[in-house]
Each structure stands twice: as C-alpha cells, then as structure tokens.
C-alpha cells in the first residue's frame, strides 16, 4: 500500500468510440458525405473482405473502393476536452493501389469549435495492411475535431478506416504554466508598464499570479511592486487564457524600464506534490531565543533510493534491499545536486548556484563537490520555487509539529521507539519511510531511520529573535539532525545536532528530505 501511496498510478479511459459494428459501444457519431448508399461500388460499413482487409477490429469496418474520383469524407462529432488530462487520438487505416497523381487517402485534426479543416496528413496509398496512427492532442486543448477523407477511381483501389478511439488519462498535479511573458513601458509619460502573458493550469485550477523583478540578472527576483500600483490580471483566482494583462503603475515607485531589470510573472494553484505537507509558519524557541519561521511545504517523508536514482541516475546506499527504503551515503553536496536537478527536471527555478557557474550543476567546475571547503561557494535563493533542503530552523519547527506542537522530546512523541528506528529496535539497518508513527503534522522519521542533512552552516545559535534564519555565516562543517538507525534515543530528540563536512556521507547514515516554499 505504501509503495503505491508514494508512487501512484494513472489509468487511460476511452472517451470517445467508432468501430462502425452498429453496437451501444461506438459512442463517436460522425456524418458521411456522401452518405453510404449513394456509391456505385462501395461507400459505407461492411464485414466483407474488400481488397485483402477484414476488419482490424471485431467484424465491421469503414470500406472504401471505386469512389469516381468524387471525394468523400466523414466528419466526426466535435469533442470537448475536460482539464486535468492528457487526450490521444489513434485509429487505423487500410489503403491499397493508390497509384494516380491525385489519390489520396488523409485525415485532418483540429482543435478548435470551427468549420476549417486545414491540417491534413496524407497517410501511406498502398499499406496493405491495418496501419495505426496516433496522436497526442495538444495540452490546454478544449476542442477535437477529426476529418477522414478519400479520394480515387478503380475497382481495384481501396481506402478503409477502423478502430477510432479517444482516450485519456489524468495528469497528475502540476504546477501551472506562465509562457509568452511580454513586457513594454508606455512612450506616453506615464511610466506605466504593461505585462503581456499567457496561462495555462493542467487541472483547470485557478491560480494566483504574482509579479516580481530582478535588477541581478536573474540571481534573484527579490523586487516585488506593491500591488496598490497592479491592476488587470494580477492577484487570486484566474482562470486560464491567453493575451492575459496586467498593468502597472511603475511611476508609482520610481521604476523606470530602462533594460537594468528583468521580470517574472508566477503562478500558483494550491498544487504540492502529494508526499508533501503545509507546514503553516509560526514562532517557537530553539532553546536560545525565539523564531519566527514563514511557512513552507516540506516532504512527509525522508527521500527513498528510488528517488534519489531517478533524479541522480544511481544510488549510493547500501541497505539497498530495503523496500521504498531512505537513500543513505549522501553528502551534503549530494543534496545540493540533487534539488538542483530535481528542480530543472519539473520546469522549477533551481535554488542553489556554485560561485558564478550558475544553477545548472552541469555547468559547474570539475572537483566542486570534492574539497570540504568548496561549500562555501554554494548559495542559495530563497525565493526560487524548487526543491531545497530546510534550514536548522525550518526542519526544527517542522519536527517540533509546527503550530501543532505538544511540545515531544522526539518528531511526534515522548517515547522513541513509537517514532523511530533507531539503536534499540532498527535491527542495524534502515527501514521502508513512513512505517513509524508521524508526528503532529504528519511527517514521518524526523526522528531516526537516517540523519538528515540542512542547509545550515553550524555554528552557535544566535541571541535575540529571529525571523527566517540561514545559520551561520562561516565555518566548516554543515549541521545534520534527527539521529538515524544506530543512533542512541538521545541523538535522536528534536533539539540534538549534528555536524559533518559537505563531503562526509556518513557511511549508511547521512540522507535528506526537501522542502518548497510557499508562495
């Protein structure tokens, strides 16, 4: 039952069905012109063997020979395409001695509610045998239209069609897509900009649109303008659509277009992934001073070797026979690669950049994940979108239960071994994520089954609160909490730490869980 929690599966279901068998079962209507009788040879259904054909499916199929060089086509029923799927089209055809100049066997496939059909495909004239065509329809489509058309002359010439199906499967949730952004100042005086895009959420959700600005080339887009100045199709609840616009009033705040800054329109629809979990933001206190920690979406589980490998290509562990089992003999620079590929790989803005080498690890130098000191060049932008490790504080707070806290020794529990694998009870290995109890915000093993990395550097917790803390600012060793298989109950409370270089893996103990922020 886990593995399919953690994995999930999405099954195909036919829409839209033309077998030409006269059964409840072809649902598809469609009209033929000419209609079927009106051909002197044949124009229509049968189960006859015309040409060498039989029916690719069941008995019936669509037959056509000796069409007088007349065209004649059938027009299907217009489908309209609910959001949150993915739609294919497939069928299959049968020519045979399509020889003349202008014989043609095609077929054309729209997506839109109108009358033109421009897109014609020619298939193979002389297949001799059922050929199969598909077709992925478009995403953001809300139409389907389908055109068969023939055209030739001869008894012994043929053009059928057979097994006309629409199917779709549910997307799984995805983030919504922002593309065609443009954005112009007016030459008026005014000084108002004018931000041109377009819109698309998978789901049909509706999404909540920011806007923000980079005067950095890009590093970060940290400038947002008070919505005050924003109008048009900015803000909560927008559907999907094209030509979207919003207006700025950039004069207001003494911005002015003059090439120095870019601009990002973001969209937002709820969507996390499944596995991850709201932790609302709050303050508590990390036994030194009080935090404040804005809220964020954190995985409720560690990260499983099949994970890891499908992002990274290979896995290190080495309890590599445990089922959905947490991957182990990671280092710090590890999970820095990892959430960089991970993000780029779901069309998210990487958070992590090496130096000056960019997001893109495989732009970074050779040896940057090999000298223990090269972690300092690593930095982090908090406003991107993608996968990112937690800071000490934000993993606190999350173990803690966040808002929910009942203020445990251990993530979710007075007693360690309700919550944890650890030294007393993990048999010296790990075990399958998610099988203790979680804790209040349901997330599991934050307290045993491995160690989890941080983004922090360690060094002593500063006094005086604190708002959204990264850690300290030098030092050579990054913090790792949480306690694993054979640690003791002690090194697996939710106030011990732990710290190693970037480099360690820690043998079968060092692993990791990402966090996203939230909009």
Same mark, same amino acid.
């Given at each position: 039952?886990l593995?399919?929690?953690?994995?999930?599966?999405?099954?195909?279901?036919?829409?839209a069905?033309q077998?030409?068998?006269?059964?409840a079962?072809?649902t598809?209507?469609?009209?033929?012109n000419p209609s079927?009788?009106?051909?002197?040879?044949?124009?229509?259904p049968?189960?006859? %063997?015309?040409?060498?054909a039989?029916?690719?499916h069941?008995?019936c199929?669509w037959?056509?020979?000796?069409?007088?060089n007349?065209?004649?086509?059938?027009t299907f029923?217009?489908l309209?395409?609910?959001?949150g799927?993915t739609?294919n089209?497939?069928f299959?055809?049968?020519t045979?001695s399509?020889?003349?100049?202008?014989?043609?066997?095609?077929y054309?496939v729209?997506?839109?509610?109108?009358?033109?059909?421009?897109?014609?495909?020619? &298939?193979?004239?002389n297949?001799?045998a059922w050929? !199969?065509?598909? #077709?992925?329809?478009?995403?953001?489509s809300?139409?389907?239209?389908?055109r068969?058309?023939?055209?030739?002359?001869?008894t012994?010439?043929?053009?059928?069609?057979?097994?006309?199906k629409?199917?779709?499967?549910p997307?799984?949730?995805? !983030?919504?897509?922002?593309?065609?952004?443009?954005?112009?100042?007016?030459?008026?005086?005014?000084k108002? &900009?004018?931000i041109?895009?377009?819109?698309?959420?998978a789901?049909?959700?509706?999404?909540?649109?920011?806007?923000?600005l980079?005067d950095n080339n890009?590093?970060y $887009?940290?400038?947002?303008?008070?919505?005050a %100045?924003?109008s048009g199709?900015?803000?909560?609840d927008? +559907?999907?659509?094209?030509?979207?616009?919003?207006?700025?009033?950039a004069g207001?705040e003494?911005?002015?277009?003059?090439?120095?800054y870019?601009y990002r329109v973001y !969209? $937002?629809?709820?969507?996390?992934?499944?596995?991850f #979990?709201?932790?609302?933001g709050?303050?508590f206190?990390?036994?030194?001073?009080?935090?404040?920690?804005?809220?964020?979406?954190?995985?409720?589980y560690?990260?499983?070797?099949?994970?890891?490998?499908?992002?990274?290509?290979?896995?290190?562990?080495?309890f590599?026979?445990?089922?959905n089992g947490p991957?182990e003999?990671?280092?710090w620079f590890n999970a820095?690669e990892?959430?960089?590929r991970r993000?780029m790989q779901e069309?998210?803005n990487?958070c $992590?950049s090496?130096?000056?080498?960019?997001?893109?690890p495989?732009?970074?130098?050779?040896?940057w994940n090999?000298?223990?000191?090269?972690?300092?060049?690593v930095?982090? %932008?908090?406003t991107?979108?993608? $996968?990112?490790?937690?800071?000490?504080?934000e993993?606190?707070?999350a173990a803690?239960?966040g808002?929910?806290?009942?203020?445990?020794?251990?993530s979710?529990?007075n007693?360690?071994?309700?919550v944890?694998w650890?030294?007393?009870n993990?048999g010296?290995?790990?075990?399958t994520?998610?099988?203790?109890?979680?804790?209040?915000?349901?997330i599991f093993?934050?307290?045993?089954?491995?160690?989890?990395?941080?983004?922090?550097?360690?060094?002593?917790?500063?006094?005086?609160?604190?708002?959204?803390?990264h850690g300290?600012?030098?030092?050579?060793?990054?913090?790792?909490?949480g306690?694993s298989?054979?640690?003791?109950?002690?090194h697996?409370?939710?106030?011990?730490?732990?710290?190693?270089s970037?480099?360690?893996?820690?043998g079968d103990?060092?692993g990791?869980?990402?966090?996203?922020?939230? +909009?």
């Open positions: 039952m593995f399919i929690l953690l994995c999930g599966f999405a099954f195909a279901e036919t829409i069905l077998s030409f068998e006269n059964s079962n072809d598809w209507t469609y009209t033929a079927p009788d009106s051909k002197r040879i044949w124009w229509g049968t189960s006859e %063997n015309m040409g060498g039989t029916a690719y069941e008995s199929y037959a056509g020979c000796d069409l007088d007349v065209e004649s086509i059938l029923s217009t309209s395409l609910q959001a799927y739609y089209l497939s299959y055809y049968f045979k399509l020889t003349a100049a202008d014989d043609y066997c095609r054309s729209e997506y839109d509610n109108g009358t033109n059909w421009v897109n014609w495909v020619t &298939v193979d004239n297949s001799n050929t !199969a065509v598909s #077709v992925d329809i478009p995403s953001g809300n139409y389907l239209r389908l068969l058309s023939s055209k030739f002359d001869g012994s010439k043929y053009a059928h069609w057979d097994y006309l629409v199917e779709r499967t997307i799984p949730n995805a !983030a919504p897509e922002v593309t065609n952004v443009m954005v112009s100042q007016r030459t008026d005086g005014s108002i &900009v004018d041109y895009y377009d819109l698309f959420d789901e049909g959700d509706l999404c909540d649109i920011t806007f923000k980079s890009g590093a $887009y940290n400038i947002i303008p008070s919505p %100045n924003l199709d900015f803000g909560d927008l +559907p999907s659509g094209t030509g979207k616009h919003i207006v700025w009033d207001a003494n911005f002015s277009l003059d090439g120095s870019l !969209a $937002y629809d709820g969507f996390m992934h499944e596995n #979990v709201l932790v609302e709050g303050t206190n990390n036994g030194t001073s009080d935090v404040t920690i804005s809220s964020f979406y954190i995985d409720k560690e990260l499983t070797q099949a994970g890891y490998q499908a992002v990274m290509s290979t896995n290190p562990s080495n590599t026979g445990v089922t991957v003999q990671v280092s820095i990892y959430c960089n993000s069309d998210l990487p $992590y090496y130096g000056t080498y960019g997001t893109d495989d732009a970074w130098p050779s040896g090999i000298n223990r000191e090269n972690h300092i060049n930095s982090c %932008n908090w991107a979108n993608g $996968y990112r490790l937690p800071t000490e504080m993993w606190q707070f803690r239960g808002n929910q806290s009942h203020g445990y020794t251990y979710g529990s007693t360690v071994g309700d944890a650890y030294y007393s993990s010296s290995t790990t075990h994520v998610g099988t203790k109890a979680a804790n209040e915000l349901g093993d934050m307290t045993g089954n491995v160690c989890e990395w941080v983004w922090d550097i360690y060094g002593d917790y500063p006094s005086g609160a604190q708002t959204d803390p300290a600012t030098s030092g050579s060793y990054r913090v790792v909490r306690g298989w054979n640690y003791s109950g002690y697996c409370t939710v106030y011990y730490r732990d710290n190693y970037a480099t360690i893996t820690g103990t060092l990791f869980r990402c966090i996203r922020i939230f +909009p």
